[in-house]
Every structure is written in C-alpha cells, then in structure tokens.
C-alpha cells in the first residue's frame, strides 16, 4: 500500500507550553486542509505515539500525553473513533516494557479518559506482508492495529538519533514490527541501509497525517538519553517525508543527510522542497546539539572505509551505574553484550554500533566513547 498523500504543505505553528497544544494542533491542522479531509464519521483512527521506553513526560523521549490528549478530542469532534497504538523495547527478562511505558508516559490515562482502545503491539498480533521493491526486507509481519486502522496518524517526538541523526513522522512507524524484525533492521550496520529498512517499513502503511511534538525536543544522544530541549513548535502535514525534510532542517541536521529522507525521496516518496505555512522555518529555527554516535555521518564512505578503525564511537557499560537488569543483553542482535562475573561487558569485536544498548538501558548506564581520530575531526565542527 502506498502512502495517501494529500499535498506537500507543512504548517509550523509556536506553541510555547502544552497547555496550549490542541489550539495549536488545531491551527496548524486548519492550515493545511483538516481532519474533515481524512476522517469521515465513524471511522477508527489510529492514533500512533513515540512511546520508545518507560519515560516520564518530562524526559521528552516520548509524544507528550498532553499531544495525544488533544488529537482524541480533535479526532472525536469530527466524528472519528480515537485508538491509540505503539510497540517499545523489552527491558527485562520474560517482559515487555510497552505497557508500562503507556502508564509512566500518561498516555494511558489519555486513552482512559477519552475511551480510546489502548492497543499493545506487541500483544495485539502481528500479520506478515509482502513488501513490493523492498530493498533491506521482502517481507515483514506488521502489527494488525495497523492493517485494521482506516486513519493512520504518526504523532511524532522531535528528536535527534544516534544512528538516523534525526527521528520524526517517518521513523515512528519502526514501532509496528516486532522486536527481531527491530534487531534486524539494526544488524545491517550501515546508516543508509538502516534508513532503506525503515522506508520498507513506510513503504507498507498508510499514513495518512503526521503531528510533530516540537513544543519540548531532544537534542544530543537521542533518541532516549539526550537532553530536554525547548523548541516551542507544533507541525502538522499530509506527508511524512515533507515533514521531516521541515522538522530536520529546523534543528540544524541537513534534510539529505538524515538516512530515512534520502531513501524516501529516493522511491518518490514526499518531496525534498515542500510548502511551508504559518510561521516562517527561519522565525523558529533552532541549532539542536548533534547526536555523539551519528558523527560518522560527516565522513564521506570512502575515507571511511580508509579509516574505519580509527573513527569509532563505541559503546561502553559503566558498571558502576548498571543494575544488571539485562535489558541490553535481550536487546543485542549480534550478542555482544556478555557476562563477565557480576557485570556485563561488551564485545568490542562483535558489537555493531546500533545502539539499542543505549536507547533501551533503563539506567543509562552505557555511554559512549569516541576514537582520538574521531575526537579531534569532531573537535574542529564545535
């Protein structure tokens, strides 16, 4: 199925506390042709949050609840029949973390208090699907709240990315698949590839609108242990490749260096030049900090493969913050996370730099750690 795509328009709107945001979703959302287009009476509307991990609001890991509030109002006002859905990591043994992460994120009491069905992915089911011109995957099981949903909207958190830069309206649905299909995707080691996994992924929904949470980003390590970072902005579009181009590049991060834009555009998805409406990108751009472990961008492939020794941004367990709860051992494709006595260490010869280590570790107790080479080259860019 190939995405609905309305028009190109991208409408950025300030919105400077979420006590404000459905006023300012609702304006943002008027400005580019509303839900009416969308959603007819009756419909069940999807309604799909970044809810990566058991987060507060607060942490800005996850779409704040305040975001998802007001598009089951805004959604029911039309007619529409809100259903909030996601999939996050595995945090410990014989668990799974997206129930609680709805509870600690408040977006469990959202659905409460709007009757929204509050759908688990990872206990709801999964359908295989064939994936037509997939380039990383051929087939994938995708979550049936998916497949059954007549609207889907990706509510989105704006967030720098270890390995994509960037992570917005287009990377979200990466929550749809299940967790070896996630640990599949990140053992291609490649950030470009990464990023052609997650257009196939794209490639196979239907979104038809994408509300960007920009009030409070995350800038550095994102997409979970960077730091709170107030950007003061609503966005709204049709068309989730248009609104990342926007939301990149508002931040500071070139739009055809983000791996998930280059592979959309590259199968006609979006556009790399689309409209801007409302406030002007340049009244509300900000520099975001840049992610430490998608440095490696900067360096063109060839230099890369000349140095790839010596520009390396590792990750490393600090023993003294682990709790040895494991969630990195469950969550390591490649299994390079190994028991050493008490604590845990990882291979440095079999680890990928995925970094799902660090997105899902509770305690954030894995940092990273960059070559001389790498320190230095990256030194200059400050």
């Not at 805004?74 to 509870?103: C, H, M, N, W, Y």
Request: proline share 5%; glycine share 8%; charged share 20%.
């Amino acid at each position: 199925m190939k995405c609905v795509i309305m028009n190109t328009r991208v409408s950025i709107i300030r919105c400077s506390d979420y006590s404000n945001v459905k006023n300012a979703i609702k304006e943002s959302l008027d400005l580019i042709g509303g839900l009416e287009k969308i959603i007819s009476p009756g419909k069940r509307v999807l309604l799909k949050p970044n809810v990566l991990a058991i987060r507060p609001p607060e942490d800005a890991v996850t779409t704040h609840p305040a975001v998802v509030s007001a598009m089951c109002e805004l959604v029911s006002e039309v007619g529409g029949v809100p259903i909030i859905g996601d999939g996050s990591g595995i945090t410990r043994p014989g668990s799974t973390s997206t129930s609680q992460a709805f509870k600690v994120s408040g977006i469990e009491d959202v659905a409460s208090r709007y009757g929204a069905e509050l759908i688990n992915f990872e206990t709801y089911g999964y359908t295989e699907v064939d994936i037509p011109g997939g380039r990383q995957f051929s087939r994938l099981h995708i979550s049936k709240a998916i497949l059954e949903a007549d609207v889907i909207i990706s509510l989105s958190k704006l967030k720098t990315h270890e390995l994509t830069l960037y992570t917005g309206a287009v990377k979200n649905f990466f929550g749809i698949i299940p967790q070896k299909s996630r640990k599949q995707a990140h053992i291609l080691e490649d950030r470009n590839r990464f990023g052609e996994a997650i257009v196939d992924i794209y490639s196979i929904v239907k979104p038809h609108l994408a509300v960007m949470d920009g009030v409070i980003g995350m800038e550095g390590n994102g997409p979970s242990n960077g730091t709170p970072f107030f950007a003061g902005v609503i966005m709204a579009s049709y068309d989730c490749v248009a609104l990342d181009i926007v939301a990149s590049e508002l931040i500071g991060i070139d739009p055809l260096k983000v791996p998930t834009n280059k592979a959309a555009l590259s199968r006609k998805f979006g556009t790399e030049h689309p409209e801007i409406v409302g406030t002007s990108l340049k009244d509300v751009q900000v520099r975001f900090k840049s992610p430490e472990g998608g440095t490696t961008a900067i360096i063109p492939p060839f230099l890369m493969r000349v140095l790839r020794k010596q520009l390396t941004v590792k990750p490393f367990i600090n023993t003294s913050m682990c709790a040895f709860c494991k969630a990195c051992v469950l969550n390591c494709s490649v299994h390079a996370i190994e028991e050493v006595g008490k604590s845990l260490k990882i291979n440095e010869e079999k680890c990928i730099q995925c970094y799902c280590c660090r997105e899902l570790c509770p305690k954030d107790a894995v940092g990273i750690k960059k070559s001389l080479l790498l320190k230095i080259l990256t030194r200059s860019r400050s």
